[in-house]
């Protein structure tokens, strides 16, 4: 029994994590349990409404559970596709146009009685990782997911930046390759225009699973040069990455990306950062956003 069972059962956290293609829902324990898992895939050509609905007969389903087994969700925390204004009060996914500063934060607070905090979906990994993964125990790192686009988000101190809009933790954006490719930003050269798997396929005509080595070695050294960017600035100390380029080019991309790190990164004093893959795998995204409820409920009563 740990101490928090000792002293009363804390209840869980309803978990939300909202994508582009598909809305998920889980009550997850206080020691990082998926209880009961929900999702729906959506139509990115619903309207508002719609959406809404399918999201809450996804958290209608998971709460039914959650009754029958007489647990109760404390708070909601959410991981989110971007962007978002702080604490996911507005919420404009780009994948689903229906969601324009649609205001998830009150919307899922009223439907369900209980305080709502938010996150953006690459800040979620940020927590959950740190909390139960490949950074459990690190005070200052970032997490990236390299898959169809490029985004992270940042631990700094064991606080996550939000920023100034919410949405920090645009690694993507990054420049690897002055003057490179075109970026959908507006600027060129933005890693997410040359290390993504649409960018991957849209220079090589095969999709990322299909690449040759050498995109596999200069997709892993672009990422460890942004990453070794961001080490130097914020002086961390690790970087896992998810998503399934990354994951899926596997132990070249990894060493050339620790390789580029090693090239850029010989600052005074600060210590040898080290990049290595994600470890929730496919939970990711519900164990990031209870971590988006916990630390919500740990640092302060969120602003209901
Ligand atoms: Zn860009």
Known sequence: MTDADAAGVPGCVLAIDIGGSKFAAALVSPDGELVTVHKSSVDAGDDAETLFATLV????????????????????????????????????????????????????????????????????LALGEGWLGAAAGVKNFMAMVVSTGVGGGFVVDGELLHGASGNA?????????????????????????????????????????????SMVERTGRLVGRAVASAVNLLDLELAVVAGSVALGFGEPFFAAAQAELDAHCHLAGAVRPVIRPAGLGASAPLIGAAAVGWQALSSESPDT
Request: some cysteine.
């Open 169 to 213: 933790g645009h690694i993507g954006h990054f420049v690897v390759v002055p003057g490179g490719r075109s970026c959908a930003c507006g600027s060129r050269g933005c890693l997410e225009a040359e290390a993504s798997g649409t960018a991957i396929a849209a220079m090589t005509g095969r999709s990322a699973a299909q690449a040759a080595p």
């Open 57 to 124: 007969a996804v958290i209608d389903r998971v709460l039914a559970y959650a009754s029958r087994v007489g647990l109760s969700a404390e708070i909601v925390g959410v991981g989110t596709a971007g962007p978002l204004t702080p604490n996911a009060a507005l919420v404009s996914p780009l994948n689903l146009p229906g969601w324009r500063d649609f205001p998830l934060r009150d919307r899922l607070g009223e439907r369900l009685g209980l305080p709502v905090a938010g996150a953006l979906d690459t800040q979620a």
